[in-house]
């Protein structure tokens, strides 16, 4: 199966600064790359995401990098404001045979608490 | 359009009991997975369906169990409840024909006393 890993498990930044998550995968059928961000007690929320065919998709101050080759992908967030902190979730994703059935099988890394200090 | 819901919100259950958890995906989408969220191991995947039929199922006990209705809707259900099953259970749908945008529900908290 396929194995994400995320790092780092927290990050503190000054206001104005850039943030950077990194996550690595194993499966090189993953063709998908989403990111989520999930502030306290509210549901993970799609924020930007990658496929496979693209090797960077920017988004205002988001942009997500996929080096398909060394098999890992990053959240770039720049000018972070403090409505930035929240726990931010990378997956991995691809098309899935289990039996006479084909799914769509989402792999999560374990998470990033990012706190924006004002 | 309206977004992922999912009912009820806050349940507190017993040791073996069981509980059935509802969601209810965004209009057209065809596709919903379950997964169960806690502090120690993130989000982990527990199962796919589509048109009524699980696709993909994750490494839970068969305690774990769910089903999806002709409108998408679909239910997940926990029989024999552990204090381990504690957790938060959140629901996402997505189009479902190829791997792509997948949207969460708010969430059912479960607390197994």
């Known amino acids: 199966g396929e194995n994400v890993e995320q790092h780092p498990s927290t990050l503190s930044v000054q206001e104005g600064d850039s943030a950077v998550i990194k996550c690595t995968y194993s499966?090189?059928?993953?063709?998908?790359f989403p990111w989520y961000k999930q502030e306290l007690g509210k549901r993970p929320q799609l924020i930007i995401d990658?496929?496979?065919?693209?090797g960077e998709k920017k988004d205002q101050r988001i942009a997500v990098t996929l080096n398909k080759t060394a098999k890992h992908f990053s959240l770039h967030i720049t000018e972070t404001q403090p409505e930035d902190s929240a726990v931010y979730f990378c997956?991995?994703?691809?098309?899935?045979?289990?039996?006479?059935?084909?799914?769509?099988?989402?792999?999560f890394g374990t998470g990033t608490s990012l706190t924006v200090i004002p | 359009k309206a977004g992922v819901t999912q009912t009820p919100r806050y349940l507190i259950k017993t040791r073996g009991q069981q509980v059935t958890l509802s969601c209810s995906p965004i209009?057209?989408?065809?596709?919903v997975s379950w997964y169960q969220q806690t502090p120690g191991q993130g989000l982990q995947f527990l199962f796919e369906?589509?048109?009524?039929?699980?696709?993909n199922k994750g490494n839970f006990p068969g305690r774990f169990s769910g089903r999806q209705f002709s409108n998408s809707r679909s239910e997940m259900n926990v029989s024999t409840l552990e204090l381990g099953d504690s957790a938060l259970y959140l629901c996402?749908?997505?189009?479902?024909?190829?791997?792509?945008?997948?949207?969460f529900g708010p969430g059912t908290r479960l607390t197994v006393t």
């Open positions: 996402a749908s997505s189009l479902g024909q190829v791997v792509g945008e997948q949207y």
């Open positions: 499966d090189s059928a993953s063709n998908y």
């Open positions: 990658i496929r496979s065919n693209v």
């Open positions: 997956a991995a994703s691809k098309r899935e045979q289990r039996g006479s059935n084909t799914g769509n099988q989402f792999y």
């Open positions: 209009s057209g989408h065809r596709s």
């Open positions: 369906y589509f048109s009524e039929t699980q696709r």
